[in-house]
């Protein structure tokens, strides 16, 4: 059974940083992109940062809105994906989901399946 647990969120002051982890289990870590999603109240969930998968070529990505403050990173032999905010803004304040992707292809001469995953949220608030 997949699983995405998230940690570390909170309440943090204007200025503050805080690294969410997202530590996966039951699947094969590597080959799935993995991303974070950020939903506010009344508002649609948004992705927020992307880091690629090792079987694909791309690169990592994000929201304008979280450029050169945000930084997601992964670390396979942990599985585990990390997102560190930085110089967190009030607007920044929502529930954090970790989100796992793999689309279906052939990849080096394997091929897999598509598959999608989500954790269940941390909150995080932005406020003095």
């Known amino acids: 059974q997949v699983q995405l647990v998230e940690s570390g969120g909170g309440l943090v002051q204007p200025g503050g940083s805080l690294r969410l982890s997202c530590a996966a289990s039951?699947?094969?870590?590597?080959?799935?992109?993995m991303n974070w999603y950020r939903q506010a109240p009344g508002k649609e969930r948004d992705l927020v940062a992307a880091?690629?998968?090792?079987?694909?070529?791309?690169?990592?990505d994000y929201a304008d809105s979280v450029k050169g403050r945000f930084i997601i990173s992964r670390d396979n032999a942990k599985n585990t994906v990390y997102l560190q905010m930085n110089s967190l803004k009030p607007e920044d304040t929502a529930v954090y989901y970790c989100?796992?992707?793999?689309?279906?292809?052939?990849?080096?001469?394997?091929?897999?399946?598509?598959?999608?995953?989500w954790g269940q949220g941390t909150q995080v608030t932005v406020s003095s």
């Open positions: 989100n796992a992707d793999r689309r279906r292809g052939l990849y080096s001469g394997v091929y897999y399946p598509g598959s999608n995953y």
């Open positions: 039951g699947l094969i870590f590597s080959t799935y992109a």
């Open positions: 880091i690629p998968s090792d079987i694909t070529i791309s690169s990592t």
